[in-house]
């Protein structure tokens, strides 16, 4: 499958840390995220939800997953551990902000992974290798996902795994990249990440759509930004096009504008006018696979 930047394993992993840690925080304790879920490093969950229910991942697996990603054997005390049991059982009733209480947040630089003990209430101080290598594990289930698809180490894999850590589930893109034809469905896979993966039409989680499609790349380009051929200048509009309408309404949801695809598209109707239309006015659009009208030059 052809991607813009292949990369080795070793340059994946580095990056798909630093694009992660960026968007989910890097904390050396243990912290409540945004749902109240007790959580570590970069977004290493200590409870996992099956149906509507929190449950604690075993102790063994999380002392172990600890002492792994540090080197050094890590155990909880049992009031360590009855505390966090206290978490979940507030989570299962509902009680999010007294989860919260018991186990601070995460907020400033508390975010990048600077520490401060008088929040801690674990005794556990992970540095960025014990962060990174705990990561590893995080995202070691996720990659299994991953397996069936022939997605080589790219910036385009980084985003994809990027939106399925983030929602959980498997996103609708993995049924486009399956096919093992991502030249030709890039553009249905960056509509997805961009405009169809946000259900609940949070505008804080669109400007992290918007930076994981930008990762992946509209265009088979090296950036990204640019089609490398008419037909792929052709295949973006005529898809973005057609869905137009279903695209307005979103951005419109999210406090954005139709600018944002029309500035996407951009590119392409630019190559498609330098190779077709040079000195020709356009007044309209650029319409691609929609017959001839009366004025040839603005049909592709």
């Known amino acids: 499958m052809t991607v813009r930047n292949p990369m080795t394993k070793e340059q994946y992993e580095a990056e798909l840390f630093n694009f992660m840690k960026v968007r989910e925080g890097a904390v050396a304790r243990i912290y409540s995220d945004p749902d109240g879920v007790p959580t570590l490093g970069v977004g290493y969950a200590l409870a996992t ?4 229910t929190y449950g604690l991942r075993s102790r063994s697996s999380i002392e172990q997953a600890i002492t792994n990603a540090r080197g050094t054997a890590y155990t909880f005390t049992d009031e360590q551990w009855t505390l966090l049991e206290e978490v979940v059982g507030l ?8 989860a919260k209480a018991k186990i601070p947040e ?13 929040e801690d209430h674990f005794n556990l101080n992970l540095d960025t290798n014990a962060r990174q290598n705990l990561f590893k594990t995080v995202m070691a289930e996720f990659e299994d996902d991953l397996s069936t698809t022939n997605l080589p180490y790219s910036k ?3 985003a994809i795994m990027s939106l399925h850590y983030n929602i959980g589930a498997m996103p609708t893109t993995f049924g486009y990249i399956r096919n093992d034809n991502l030249v030709d469905q890039r553009v249905m896979v960056w509509n997805e990440i961009r405009y169809r993966s946000n259900a609940g039409r949070d505008s804080n989680l669109e400007d992290r759509r ?11 380009s090296t950036d990204g930004k640019t089609p490398v051929n008419d037909n792929e200048a052709k295949e973006v509009i005529r898809y ?24 996407a598209l951009q590119p392409a109707k630019t190559l498609l006018i330098t190779n077709y239309a040079q000195d020709v006015t ?9 017959g001839i009208g009366t004025i040839p030059e603005n049909y592709a």
């Open 282 to 290: 356009i007044d309209g659009d650029i319409i691609v696979g929609q």
């Open 91 to 98: 989570l299962n009733e509902g009680k999010v902000d007294q």
């Open 156 to 158: 385009e894999r980084i």
């Open 106 to 118: 995460a907020i400033g630089s508390d975010t990048t992974g600077v520490y401060d003990a008088s």
């Open 210 to 220: 918007k930076i994981e499609a930008d990762t992946f790349g509209l265009y088979s």
């Open 240 to 263: 973005l096009e057609s869905k137009r309408t279903d695209i307005e309404s979103y951005l419109s949801d999210v406090g954005g504008t139709i600018a944002n695809l029309n500035t």
């Open 49 to 52: 939800k099956s149906g509507n």
